[in-house]
T-cell receptor, first 114, second 113 residues
Framework: KNQVEQSPQSLIILEGKNCTLQ??????????LRWYKQDTGRGPVSLTIMTFSENTKSNGRYTATLDADTKQSSLHITASQLSDSASYIC?????????????FGRGTQLTVWP | EADIYQTPRYLVIGTGKKITLECSQT?????MYWYQQDPGMELHLIHYSYGVNSTEKGDLSSESTVSRIRTEHFPLTLESARPSHTSQYLC????????????FGSGTRLTVV
């Protein structure tokens, strides 16, 4: 069973609207949580990284939140643009090994329509 | 500007051929990784390396092999490609501090016919 679950699986919104993507995880012991944006046919690009002590972090129009108690995170996108169309992947790292293993969600496929 | 480079970006090859996917990074990162990703699915770690002459298999069993002769170079080889190897292969690297500096390449889309 995947230890990182994302919802919704896909989402269509109109340009200019806001949206929120969800990530629930069971990874333990927790080290950090990352949100990545992956354009079709490209590698993931980091948006935010949050450690246990951080509960919100912004990167331009992207704002991520983390509730380490409930093991939930969200990514809020404000005033969406056509270029926001991509897959958004939640990645959780554990601290149980020197490698700092990454656990990947399957992503939310966001499509922004004009 | 990406500091980790993968070539080729796309490759279509016949069954039974030997192929090498190239990955190079200019950031001086010790750790490098290979992931396999099918459409709509999560990334799966197939190989990783802590440094020169260090290679380990990841979580997902793979018939590919890797080598790490130089810090900046981490090629992946398939001795005999099969249609089941069709997938996207992503290379990544990270600093020794496992919190930051995890960077992905643009990937190689491999199709075996």
């Amino acid at each position: 069973k995947n230890q990182v679950e994302q919802s919704p699986q896909s989402l269509i919104i109109l340009e200019g609207k806001n949206c929120t993507l969800q990530c629930n995880y069971t990874v333990s012991p927790f080290s950090n949580l990352r949100w990545y944006k992956q354009d079709t046919g490209r590698g993931p690009v980091s948006l935010t990284i949050m450690t246990f002590s951080e509960n919100t972090k912004s990167n331009g129009r992207y704002t991520a939140t983390l509730d380490a108690d409930t093991k939930q995170s969200s990514l809020h996108i404000t005033a969406s643009q056509l270029s926001d169309s991509a897959s958004y992947i939640c990645v959780v790292s554990d601290r149980g090994s020197t490698l700092g293993r990454l656990y990947f969600g399957r992503g939310t496929q966001l499509t922004v329509w004009p | 500007e990406a500091d980790i480079y993968q070539t080729p970006r796309y490759l279509v090859i016949g069954t039974g051929k030997k192929i090498t996917l190239e990955c190079s990074q200019t950031m001086g990162h010790d750790k490098m990784y290979w992931y396999q990703q099918d459409p709509g699915m999560e990334l799966h770690l197939i190989h990783y390396s802590y440094g020169v002459n260090s290679t380990e298999k990841g979580d997902l069993s793979s018939e590919s092999t890797v080598s790490r002769i130089r810090t900046e170079h981490f090629p992946l080889t398939l001795e005999s490609a099969r249609p089941s190897h069709t997938s996207q292969y992503l290379c990544a690297s990270s600093e020794s501090d496992r919190i930051y500096g995890y960077t992905f390449g643009s990937g190689t889309r491999l199709t075996v016919v």
